[in-house]
């Protein structure tokens, strides 16, 4: 993370209520524009979201939340901010409504890092690594989300098959267990299209202002563009797949979860999921995964559980190759 030298400083007339700490990059680079402007379309008690004039979604978070490229992290109070509420740069500051005002300039910048193919592990190495993550997964995992899939997904690269789930007593938990007993089988022989079919039914489906099954199958897909990133000779996958499950799911499910649908198909997600995924492929100390998986479980009410289980679904296509 480095400052963001391009940010404006002149300052015309709003006093800024707080200063960002982190900014996305996606987030700095569209602030850059000289007409940027926007309005506020959600407020939650961990974050708002803004569509700008160019049908773009960027948001607003508190320090304790994960980075994202489209947000910006800071000490603002949420409590000011309702929908509809016009956006516009002054400055430095992103002005909301007529005197809030959030201050910019000083703040770091986020990017996750690429992990390139010089960096990565040989896969018989990855798999010994994801046979721990999974282990380590499963010792944290708790509450009602997908999650829940963990134990699932470890049979099936321990021992080729999925032993059966007991019923958790949510009738919704209980049907996307089914539907991602479909998908581990799948992903274990390398068929991404395949899986991605038999996952398309989550789409929409499950708690949360991101559905849980949009999560679990944007996780599948995070892990899916990074191995073809880290490992492009042994991974490719027929872009028409994902281009069925995005047109799948634009009239599925909310503005906002589609966008981070398509954000973790082009593999940008929060700052634990890139943290886990770089573990898992480049062999970092086994202390450091814990503390990646613990900071990723934590994203939202059910989302990183959710987003976490679609991951390491999608880090079952490793044992297609010899």
Request: hydrophobic share 45%; glycine share 12%; proline share 4%.
């Given at each position: 993370m480095t400052p963001h030298?391009?940010?404006?400083?002149?300052?015309?007339?709003?006093?800024?209520?707080?200063?960002?700490?982190?900014?996305?990059?996606?987030?700095?680079?569209?602030?850059?524009?000289?007409?940027?402007r926007g309005e506020v379309i959600f407020v939650g008690?961990?974050?708002?979201?803004i569509e700008t004039h160019r049908s773009e979604l960027l948001g607003l978070g508190r320090l304790d939340q994960a980075a994202h490229s489209r947000m910006v992290l800071s000490g603002l109070d949420l409590g000011m901010l309702h929908a509809g509420m016009a956006v516009?740069?002054?400055?430095?500051?992103?002005?909301?409504?007529?005197?809030?005002?959030?201050?910019?300039?000083?703040?770091?910048?986020?990017?996750?890092?690429?992990?390139?193919?010089?960096?990565?592990q040989p896969?018989?190495?990855?798999?010994?690594?994801?046979l721990e993550t999974l282990d380590m997964a499963a010792v944290l995992q708790d509450g009602?989300?997908?999650?829940?899939?963990?134990?699932?997904?470890?049979?099936?690269?321990?021992?080729?098959?999925?032993?059966?789930?007991?019923?958790?007593?949510s009738p919704f938990l209980d049907d996307a267990l089914m539907s991602i007993s479909r998908v581990l089988p799948l992903s274990v022989k390398g068929d991404l299209?395949?899986?991605?079919?038999?996952?398309?039914?989550?789409?929409?489906?499950?708690?949360?202002?991101?559905?849980?099954?949009d999560d679990y199958v944007g996780g599948l897909l995070?892990?899916?563009?990074?191995?073809?990133?880290?490992?492009?000779?042994?991974?490719?996958?027929?872009?028409?797949?994902?281009?069925?499950?995005?047109?799948?799911?634009?009239?599925?499910?909310?503005?906002?979860?589609?966008?981070?649908l398509q954000d973790l198909a082009s593999g940008q997600g929060h700052e634990p999921l890139h943290t886990v995924m770089k573990q898992l492929l480049t062999g970092e100390m086994q202390s450091e995964?814990?503390?990646?998986?613990?900071?990723?479980?934590?994203?939202?009410?059910?989302?990183?559980w959710d987003m976490l289980a679609g991951l390491l679904t999608g880090m079952l296509l490793v044992y297609s190759k010899n």
């Open positions: 030298a391009g940010i404006k400083t002149s300052v015309r007339g709003v006093a800024a209520n707080a200063e960002a700490s982190l900014v996305g990059g996606t987030f700095a680079k569209r602030f850059q524009d000289a007409d940027f008690s961990k974050g708002a979201y516009r740069a002054e400055g430095s500051n992103l002005v909301i409504g007529d005197s809030i005002a959030l201050e910019l300039v000083g703040a770091l910048v986020w990017e996750p890092e690429s992990v390139t193919p010089e960096m990565v896969l018989a190495e990855v798999k010994a690594r994801f009602v989300n997908l999650g829940c899939a963990i134990p699932m997904i470890g049979n099936v690269a321990k021992r080729g098959f999925s032993a059966e789930f007991k019923p958790t007593g299209d395949g899986a991605i079919s038999e996952a398309m039914p989550l789409i929409g489906s499950g708690p949360g202002l991101t559905p849980s099954g995070f892990a899916a563009y990074h191995l073809t990133t880290a490992y492009p000779s042994s991974f490719q996958w027929d872009a028409a797949c994902m281009e069925r499950l995005l047109a799948y799911a634009q009239d599925r499910t909310t503005r906002i979860s589609f966008a981070a995964s814990m503390a990646g998986i613990s900071a990723a479980t934590r994203i939202g009410s059910t989302s990183g």
